[in-house]
């Protein structure tokens, strides 16, 4: 039976795109409200996806014939995976549009239809049980964010932004490719149907290797990652939480959802590879960051450090792991997306973003100060907090075959101090710095209550992650079947 | 009990997010009542938990209860599950009595310390989140959440070291303590990561009896698993080489130092080690890794304690010292000593901490002892309870330091007599800190109270109120009969060993012959006193005796008083290493890894010069060509 909730949350977002790209006419104002009420509705209108599967199956599916020639699908669903990212996506998106009552003043309605349209490639990507019908989601969530940082960027935006559309085209043209030749193997683009789907090694070699690097450029997976930095800094707020919270789980998702269980054989023969670059993601991410001058960048590196956790967790191929990979993911988007608001938000003030400009802030922003501190403890890892059951379980599930590179990633646990501590030390203490420190007013309420769900989230899932975990761990141990008895064989 | 057990978690964060969320509109006098309230009846609550303990048989004592869930993972032998709750041992509560007990009146001072100071409801707030952090870390029923207080209280430790973040010394210290605890975790973790791997649990219930059965059938443990945990305690505890945050900790207010500085976090280590005490005993060298890491690190500290000026300074290296000592016992496989010496420590470190800071606070700020002297004239009752604390430190008969220490010293001695000489060394390097002990002690004593006053003109000192003085009086009885009141080894009085004993791994040595014990602790007395009498003597008047000692050994004196230049060391073989790697990546990145992504770029460019024509900037031009060549390729692919 089809389950039209989905479609509403993809189609909702989609139909106030178009709607606000049809009234040229309209204010900035109820264009930047329209888009506020129709991302909230959609973030309401998503809560009922958490009640997944308990044995790990797809809900609310839905299911039509599209290009039916080729088998391809109108096919969507949701299991524990998919679902909270889903949310996360959908959270994250009134936050965003908040948050742009600060720096948005320009252009505000083509800001609400970039917002919306990717708001829906986004749940798309999620949402999506047929191969061809991702890859139109995964394209269209990346061209709104691209012309979101060529357009509303700072002043090298068309350079970061070509140089984003650069890398993921490099990555997406090949997968195109390998989706197209799977297409026609099976006649089929259902994942399930593809799941049955014998492939010879060899196939699997090349087929893997082409899904693997586009989703690796977005994780990013080193040296896949020069990228990020550049579109980070130059993105605005907005753009980096997105890209932050979402875009770079999009890469880590489909690892998971179609390089592991649609060729096993290749992911386990590779896992080493993947695995020693995670690890060299993890600490050479972490001292990159350590050596930033700009505070966008040194989170910019710190999302390379943390990411690298989730492909740890991922390729560890162990359930304990992948799911605190998944679980990650979500976190990863929880704090980061914090971070860049809170950045975000001194950069109104201040107009830079220079960790040497600072000092002091925690005197005159105590506010600020406290939610930076928060964060930052959700970032490096602190328990009680989300960051640290990710970090732990990834960590800990990998340990079991692969003791040396969970042993170096923990390294990575202390650097991840490091930077991040002399990021708040260098805002928040010692003697103020900037002679206009004085008049940069503390955090507002608006911006107090956009933050709030992220802290009440970090705090909910450090106390208490079982719910959380529960719903993500059945479909992880589905999508690890196949890898499992492969390695099972060896 | 599980009701004991939740409120004693449950009461200080309550009291930590009230204050916390309203520290702006709090009095520091009105945070300081409430935390302080709630303090005590924590204390209160761990008598309960202990009375209800001693009512059960010996072999029965032990109460676990689980609040909630936290994560249940994997199948069979991958099955991951972790509960929130507490297990209560004898173990446990010992630490949770002096925890409490020591940290309500260290609360109590703080109201009357922190009166004048900004942010005072702040300080409140960090004290109770630290309160049930550390709770967490010894109520915790399992690994895990011991692992959550671990990193809790280095968290309190970083926000009150920082308290005063305006000063970069300050900023500065609480982040060093905060980045060498972390190194310090990562061990911590590696174990626990290890231990779920072997053992398939890491709940405290759960372990122990694996372990002992594990012991029982003569199965070694891989030595580097205990030194995982090793590692962490290190950290945690200050010890070589990881000690160097401690010193720099005094930047905090000196409640904080007596609290957690000296009187319960440093202790954590200990805990960890007596916790997991069946591992480390069956994990074949690690126990001699860890008794001779103590003795280099009380003999190492206590020769730096030896010329600080700063009174805080020397009270933060002999704690190092004192931690040593502990160290030496667990490593010697004396748990139930170490402990004992825990809890004396407790008592008389967090005496000295609170006098120091009574007088600090009565000459505003002053640290250096030589701008003290003559104190006692002045400050009469805090002299007489600091001089208490610091024969209990010195370890002269009867203050409570002489007869945990003394047992320590017997047990290194017993082990070489039965015929490990190694031993020997250890033994030699206990008694000879013991006597470095003596004479730091005596030396601080004499600087601040003794001889006639280098105190500025102006300064006219006054004795603390009575919320600093009453607390100060408490410790100084402590301190006087806590040592003889829970264990007296030569007449068979060992209360606390017998208590603990169910949740230690035994020491498996024969005791000394009781004339034996009778001549060493005569020999550890007059050590004692007669390196006591040396740095009185030394250090009053015009301190002659010292001044021609370090125009003696110049090189000596000057590495002491440079604390053997350590922070430089390790600034120059670690730190700026390290950073300079970092700026050398980043070069790496910029020119090497990316300008090989640019260089591709390059060329794509010159292909596609004629993408170029369609940049015009307009949003939906750049929509169009998207759109329509992902179509495009579409179209071209599936045909």
Redo the contacts between chains.
């Keep these: 039976m089809n389950d039209p909730l989905l479609v509403l949350l993809i189609g909702g977002p989609l139909a106030a795109a178009l709607l606000l790209a049809l009234l040229p006419g309209l204010r900035p104002e109820p264009a930047r409200l329209l888009t506020l009420l129709v991302t909230l509705a959609t973030f309401a209108a998503s809560l009922p996806l958490l009640a997944t599967d308990a044995g790990g199956g797809m809900t609310h599916g839905f299911d039509a014939p599209w290009i039916a020639e080729?088998g391809i699908r109108f096919s969507l669903g949701v299991d524990g995976i998919a679902a909270p990212l889903v949310v996360l996506t959908t959270l994250l998106m009134p936050l965003v549009v908040l948050a742009s009552y600060g720096h948005v003043h320009d252009?505000v309605r083509?800001y609400g239809?970039?917002l919306l349209a990717m708001e829906a490639g986004m749940i798309g990507v999620f949402a999506a049980q047929d191969l061809v019908l991702f890859y139109?989601f995964f394209?269209m969530s990346l061209?709104p964010l691209?012309?979101l940082i060529?357009?509303y960027g700072g002043a090298r935006r068309?350079y970061a932004a070509l140089?984003f559309f650069?890398?993921t085209v490099?990555g997406s043209?090949p997968l195109?490719?390998a989706i197209?030749w799977l297409v026609q193997r099976a006649g089929s683009a259902d994942l399930a149907v593809l799941k049955q789907l014998p492939l010879a090694p060899g196939e699997q070699g090349w087929l893997f290797a082409a899904f693997a690097a586009a989703f690796c450029v977005k994780v990013p997976l080193?040296?896949l990652?020069?990228?990020l930095p550049d579109a980070h800094v130059e993105a605005p707020t907005g753009g980096s939480v997105i890209l932050a919270g979402v875009t770079l789980k999009m890469g880590t998702y489909g690892l998971l959802r179609f390089c592991l269980p649609l060729f096993p054989d290749a992911s386990v023969r590779h896992a080493p590879l993947l695995l020693a670059l995670a690890v060299i993601g993890i600490l050479?991410g972490a001292?990159?960051a350590?050596?930033?001058k700009d505070l966008k960048k040194i989170i910019a590196y710190s999302s390379v450090s943390h990411l690298g956790f989730v492909v740890l967790g991922l390729f560890a191929v162990?359930?304990?792991a992948a799911?605190g990979a998944v679980l990650q993911m979500v976190n990863h988007g929880l704090s980061t997306g914090a971070l860049f608001l809170l950045i975000g938000m001194i950069y109104e003030r201040a107009h830079t973003r220079q960790l040497a400009d600072f000092g002091?802030l925690?005197?005159t922003m105590?506010r600020f100060a406290v939610c930076l501190v928060l964060a930052t403890?959700s970032s490096i890892g602190?328990?009680?907090l989300n960051g640290?059951?990710g970090e732990?379980?990834i960590?800990?599930g990998t340990?079991?075959d692969h003791?040396v590179a969970?042993?170096c990633a923990?390294?990575g646990?202390?650097l991840g101090?490091?930077y991040m501590?002399?990021l708040v030390?260098g805002l928040?203490?010692?003697?103020i710095v900037h002679p206009k420190t004085a008049t940069w007013r503390d955090l507002n309420s608006r911006e107090l209550l956009l933050l709030a769900p992220l802290f009440a989230l970090m705090f909910a899932i450090g106390?208490?992650?079982?719910a959380l975990?529960?719903r993500i761990?059945p479909p992880v141990q589905r999508m690890l079947e196949a890898p499992r008895l492969v390695q099972e064989r060896r | 009990m599980s009701t004991v057990g939740a409120l004693l978690l449950g009461l200080p964060l309550a009291a930590a997010t009230l204050i916390g969320i309203l520290h702006r509109r709090l009095s520091t006098r009105t945070a300081g009542t409430l935390a302080f309230a709630m303090a005590a009846t924590c204390f209160g609550l761990a008598v309960a938990a202990f009375t209800h303990l001693r009512g059960l048989p010996e072999d029965a004592r032990h109460v676990a209860a689980t609040f909630w869930s936290f994560l249940e993972l994997g199948r069979g032998d991958a099955a991951l599950t972790l509960d929130v709750g507490v297990w209560l041992d004898p173990l446990s509560v010992t630490w949770a009595l002096f925890i409490t007990g020591v940290g309500s009146l260290i609360f109590l001072y703080s109201i009357s310390y922190m009166e004048h100071e900004a942010g005072g409801a702040r300080y409140f707030a960090c004290l109770c989140l630290f309160l049930f952090s550390m709770l967490t870390l010894v109520l915790g029923k399992n690994l895990f959440l011991t692992f959550l207080g671990w990193e809790g209280v280095g968290l309190c430790s970083y926000l009150l070291i920082g308290f005063e973040y305006g000063k970069e010394t300050a900023a500065q210290a609480g982040r060093k303590a905060f980045l060498v605890n972390r190194i310090g975790d990562v061990g911590f973790l590696l174990g626990m990561f290890w231990t779920w791997k072997l053992f398939g649990t890491l709940e405290h219930g759960e372990l122990t009896p694996k372990l002992a059965a594990g012991l029982a059938a003569g199965i070694a443990l891989p030595p580097l698993l205990a030194l995982c945990y090793f590692v962490g305690a290190c950290g945690k505890s200050a010890q070589l080489p990881l000690f160097v945050w401690l010193p720099d900790a005094m930047a905090g207010p000196t409640p904080v130092s007596a609290l957690i500085h000296a009187a319960t976090m440093v202790t954590a280590g200990i805990y960890l080690l007596c916790r997991l005490s069946s591992l480390f005993v069956a994990a074949d060298w690690a126990l001699d890794v860890v008794a001779f890491t103590g003795a280099a690190t009380a003999l190492f500290a206590g020769l730096i304690a030896l010329r600080q000026r700063d009174i805080k300074r020397v009270l933060a290296y002999s704690t190092v010292s004192q931690l040593g000592y502990m160290f030496l016992a667990c490593g010697l496989g004396a748990f139930a000593s170490s402990a004992f010496h825990v809890v004396t420590h407790a008592f008389f470190k967090a005496l000295l901490f609170l006098g120091s800071g009574a007088v600090i606070h009565a000459l505003h700020g002053e640290q250096d002892l030589w701008k003290m002297g003559g104190l006692k004239h002045h400050l009469p009752k805090t002299a007489f309870a600091m001089r208490i604390g610091a024969f209990a430190l010195a370890g002269i008969a009867p203050f409570a330091g002489f007869f945990s220490k003394d047992e320590i010293l017997g047990v290194a001695f017993a082990r070489a007599y039965a015929g490990d000489p190694a031993c020997w060394v250890l033994w030699g390097a206990g008694v000879l800190t013991a006597a470095l002990t003596a004479f730091y002690s005596a030396r601080m004593i004499t600087l601040c109270f003794d001889g006639s006053s280098r105190l500025d003109a102006h300064s006219h000192p006054h004795e603390a109120p009575a919320p600093m003085a009453i607390p100060l009086n408490v410790l100084a009885v402590l301190s006087l009969v806590g040592g003889i009141g829970l264990g007296f080894e030569a007449l068979h009085w060992l209360p606390l060993h017998h208590w603990l004993a169910p949740t230690l791994a035994p020491l498996d040595l024969p005791p000394l012959p009781g004339a034996l014990l009778w001549g060493l602790m005569t020999l550890a007395f007059l050590i004692a006193v007669l390196f006591w009498r040396i740095g009185a003597k030394w250090y009053s008047g015009d301190c002659e005796p010292a001044r021609a000692a370090e125009l003696t050994f110049p090189r000596f004196a000057g590495a002491l008083a440079g604390r053997f230049f350590v922070d430089e060391i390790y600034g120059a073989l670690i730190v700026r290493p390290l950073r300079f790697l970092a700026a050398l990546a980043l070069q790496f990145d910029v020119r090497v890894v990316d300008g090989a992504a640019r260089g591709l770029g390059q060329f794509a460019a010159l292909v596609g010069t004629g993408v170029r024509i369609v940049q015009n900037g307009t949003v939906q031009r750049y929509a169009f060509w998207m759109v329509a060549g992902a179509i495009a390729l579409l179209w071209l692919a599936l045909g």
């Design positions: 080729f252009r083509q239809v970039l139109v394209e061209v691209y012309l060529g357009v068309t140089k650069l890398f490099a043209l195109l490719l197209l080193v040296p990652h020069t990228w050479y001292l990159l350590w050596a930033q162990q359930t304990t799911s002091g925690a005197r105590p403890l602190v328990p009680g640290f059951v732990f379980l960590l800990i340990w079991r003791p969970a042993g923990s390294v646990v202390l101090a490091i501590l002399g030390k928040l203490f010692g003697p106390f208490a992650p079982k975990l529960d761990e």
